[in-house]
């Protein structure tokens, strides 16, 4: 028997492989359909590794990176000096690496760098990923501008559930001026600051920082409370303004930074 001029057996073979083929379409389709193929969400902020907020503007939190990842943090201040910061993580708690200041880089006249370079440390100590708890220990002598350094400190960070918006609450203390002879009233140097974001790219910070100090010349009295408005160019180059010692009239100034995380 044939078909349309075909043998029986070519058209039964013909027949066989387009049944197998519409098959194959339709199990295709039926995953498609489900999402087996779909773009995967995209993880929210806090758990982006290459995002985590190991300081706010100049205070610290307890968060480190990822083990063997590297950071670059650049902060641009008045009179054109700049600060860069460089570590490398261990694990998944430890950080260390080094600070160097230098003044008056962008403009005229003579670049100075006052000081050595810096020994920066981190080590995390408690990570309580069910309560969104973190603590940490370090040591960060790096300082610019007016801002002290921060000595060895102790900083907490905690996660707020807010329906739709990331909020981490940060808090602690460094002891400056340990080489001197510590001292409460001067040398204590206390902070607390939040972190939030929408999105993945747009970020806010909000700080007080150093509440005891007072530096009359800088315009610093009883601390400084600083801002940030920050964009995540993608998941590891994160460019933030801050804008330091509102509410202080001509003392108030702004910073520009740039972190690189690879």
């Known amino acids: 028997m044939t078909f349309a001029g075909c043998p029986a057996f070519r058209y039964n073979n013909y027949m066989q492989r387009a049944n197998i ?3 194959t379409l339709a199990a295709f389709l039926a995953l498609f359909s489900t999402g087996a193929f779909a773009e995967p969400a995209a993880p929210p902020p806090e758990e982006n590794a290459f995002s985590a907020n190991t300081e706010v503007l100049d205070i610290p939190t307890a968060s480190t990176m990822y083990g063997r990842m590297f950071n670059l943090n650049l902060r641009m201040f008045r009179g054109g000096g700049l600060l860069l910061k460089g570590a490398a993580s261990a694990k998944n708690t430890f950080i ?3 600070s160097l200041m230098a003044n008056n880089v962008i403009g005229s006249g003579n670049v100075t760098v006052p000081e050595d370079p810096k020994v920066l440390l981190k080590l995390r100590i408690i990570n309580d990923t069910k309560n969104g ?3 940490a220990i370090g040591w960060d002598d790096s300082r610019y501008d007016a801002t002290r350094g921060r000595g060895v400190y102790a900083a907490v960070s905690k996660d707020l559930a807010v329906s739709g918006l990331y909020l981490t609450a940060h808090g602690g203390a460094g002891m400056t001026g340990l080489r001197d002879g510590f ?5 204590l140097n206390m902070f607390a600051g939040l972190t939030g ?8 910070g ?5 509440w005891a100090y007072t530096n009359k010349a800088a315009g610093i009295r009883n601390g400084s409370l600083n801002a ?9 180059l994160k ?5 330091k010692n509102l509410g202080r009239g001509s003392d108030y100034n702004r910073i520009l930074k740039i972190v690189y995380t690879f």
């Open 228 to 236: 940030l408005v920050g964009f995540a160019w993608d998941v590891s």
């Open 206 to 210: 909000l700080e007080y920082d150093d």
């Open 197 to 204: 974001s929408f999105n993945e790219d747009f970020f806010l």
């Open 239 to 243: 460019l933030e303004l801050g804008f």
């Open 183 to 187: 001292q409460v009233k001067n040398d």
């Open 21 to 23: 083929t519409t098959a």
């Open 96 to 98: 260390f690496g080094f």
């Open 133 to 135: 708890l973190q603590a």
